[in-house]
């Protein structure tokens, strides 16, 4: 269940083939980048490099294997298993790490932001998760709105992009319960 939910939100904003001149990913079809698929086809998950031609069967062999069950995301339950899965495929693990460990300080964790997906954010997240849930959601989806920001000001070029992330991160926010 808990895979199905995060797919079937982040599946959608995805989209289908695209290669915007600014988009620092390349060309992305279902949000699977050239060099994620050839990864794929490198660990047989696929049997193509071919981005436009990715089936969506195949993307979503690609999401679960290399971005859901690496991170086993469905151990910290609803709704951060699902925010947190949106957040890898949309940031990578540096930046949802960055944004988990914001998050988590701002509830109260101990931790260094570096941006590194180590043992103890795991554990600060997995806690927060179990404890306060909600509340940790919510500085899940305000740190990832900041996160975005900070792209814009640091590239200006990823200006054009701003608008459509936050809708998807609002979007997020009313599809995992959390009033904003």
Known sequence: MSWERAIRFTLPWEGGFVDHPADRGGPTNMGITQGALECAHKKKLVGHTDVRALSKDEALRIYRANYWQPHDWGRYGEPVDMIMFDVAVN???????????RACVSCGAELTIDGKWGPRTREALYKLAWSNGLYLSKMLIIKRLNYYDKIVEARPSQKVFLKGWCNRTRALAKAAGIKM
């Open 91 to 101: 940031h990578g693990m540096a930046g949802a790490a960055k944004i988990a460990q």
